[in-house]
Nanobody, 122 residues
Framework: QVQLVESGGGLVQPGGSLRLSCAAS????????MAWFRQAPGKQREWVAT???????NYADSVKGRFTISRDNAKRMVYLQMDSLKPEDTAVYYC????????????????WGQGTQVTVAS
């Protein structure tokens, strides 16, 4: 069984920075698309950013220019560098993988991490 585990959340002042990390564990051979989502209290989960296995990234308009997604395929890691944080960025941030290959043809799909809390407040 593969898992995604996030880390790096915490409390930061407006205008500050945080770097989230997500590690894949288990019998991981390769990971297709990796993404970050977030869910604020009382709101639906929303997409934040995606990075392909080749490093092509896309961002939600609300974070474009402030957040940077990256990945290290060898380490099975994905990162989210968050700069110029705003109170409205406060949410639980989730790591997601659409397909994690455990063999040449075997894979698990739609894998979520447990989430890490990010709070932006003065």
């Amino acid at each position: 069984q593969v898992q995604l585990v996030e880390s790096g959340g915490g409390l930061v002042q407006p205008g500050g920075s945080l770097r989230l990390s997500c590690a894949a564990s288990g019998s991981v051979r390769a990971i297709n698309l990796m993404a970050w989502f977030r869910q604020a209290p009382g709101k639906q989960r929303e997409w934040v950013a995606t990075v392909s296995i080749g490093g092509i990234s896309n961002y939600a308009d609300s974070v474009k220019g402030r957040f940077t997604i990256s990945r290290d395929n060898a380490k099975r890691m994905v990162y989210l560098q968050m700069d110029s944080l705003k109170p409205e960025d406060t949410a639980v941030y989730y790591c997601h993988a659409d397909k994690i290959y455990t063999g040449p043809l075997e894979f698990q799909s739609n894998i979520w991490g447990q989430g890490t809390q990010v709070t932006v407040a003065s």
